[in-house]
């Protein structure tokens, strides 16, 4: 028994209008007669429960090659599909609000590492509730380009990222570095970033891309999480299901203890009393260096590893 932890309708019915793919197939019907009076009538059954299954059966086989799975080919790619971890947690934009970025890592056939970047709303995500994450640490000042990029569908980039391939690394910085604090060691332990809200294992995925990079390995000398990254792919999902619900974690429950989740009349109280929320002023026009919502100076340490120069 699987379960949808991301199903956006959004982005199925526009993908499913533009393909002309039909969702709900042929309109079945049903025939009723009664006997007293000798009345007959003929109508359309009704649905009794949304078939979501079939929806994405529909979709993935008119897609069919369009929505690549080995990898294998040359960018760009426009849909992808694959099997995987999916880690979620929210988009700290300067004008979006309730959104979330998500991102899972793959490799092809030939090897490659490809790191999967999908931005979405968190209203389409399942099995998680507000105070699932908190709002504090690092976030980036090239949120309004990754903005442009969602919203034009990578067709426009008017920010002082000006090439796909800068663009695309600050997509995968605030995917895997968003929420990041100079104190504390993040290696594997994606719980203790701001923002973040959890992960589920063994996920069935399709996406649709809007922006798909070899990075030149030359150019970039990446740290942290994103050293390594050989390929990256930025768009939005369709639908996200795990095969395992077990397989959901939720960073709350790691962060205070299982009894989290039962105790929802504190959730309140505790989060005000352990986090400061964080405020996201608007970005200065013409900065180079990435800035952070945090009040004060940077350490030189932390400054070097977000600076666009070291990039």
């Known amino acids: 028994m699987g379960r949808y932890v991301y199903w956006s ?56 090659t369009a929505a690549t799975e080995s990898l294998g080919q040359e960018p760009p790619a426009c849909y992808v599909k694959g099997v995987g971890k999916v880690e979620f947690a929210e988009f700290a934009g300067w004008h979006t609000r309730d959104a979330l970025v998500m991102h899972a890592r793959l490799r092809s056939v030939h090897g490659e590492r490809v790191d999967l970047c999908l931005f979405g709303s968190k209203d389409n995500l399942r099995g998680f509730g507000p105070s699932d994450g908190f709002a504090d640490g690092w976030t980036s000042s090239a949120a309004p380009a990754i903005e442009e990029l969602l919203r034009t569908r990578g067709r426009q980039n008017t920010s002082q990222w000006d090439d796909p391939q800068s663009r695309s690394v600050e997509a995968l910085k605030i995917a895997l570095d968003q929420g990041f604090s100079g104190t504390t060691d993040h290696t594997d332990h994606p719980e203790t970033r701001g923002f973040t809200i959890g992960h589920a294992g063994h996920c069935e995925f399709v996406a649709e891309i809007y922006t798909d990079v070899v990075l030149d390995p030359a150019r970039w000398n990446l740290e942290g999480g994103s050293a390594g990254a ?55 026009v013409a900065s180079v260096a990435l800035e952070t919502a945090e009040g004060g100076s940077l350490d030189p340490a932390r400054r070097r590893r977000f600076s666009r120069t070291q990039d």
Do not use: C, K
């Open 230 to 284: 050989e390929r990256i792919m930025v768009g939005r999902p369709m639908w996200i299901r795990t095969m395992a619900p077990a397989a959901v974690v939720r960073y709350s429950e790691l962060r205070n203890g299982p009894g989290w989740s039962r105790r929802r009349w504190l959730r309140p109280l505790y989060s005000l009393r352990r986090r400061t929320q964080t405020e996201i002023a608007a970005p200065e």
């Open 9 to 64: 309708d959004r982005a199925v019915q526009q993908v499913a209008e533009e393909n002309g793919i039909e969702l709900t197939g042929l309109r079945t019907w049903t025939f009723g007669l009664s006997f007293f009076g000798l009345q007959g009538g003929i109508g359309p059954q009704q649905r009794v429960t949304r078939n979501r299954l079939e929806e994405a059966r529909r979709i993935e086989n008119h897609l069919g």
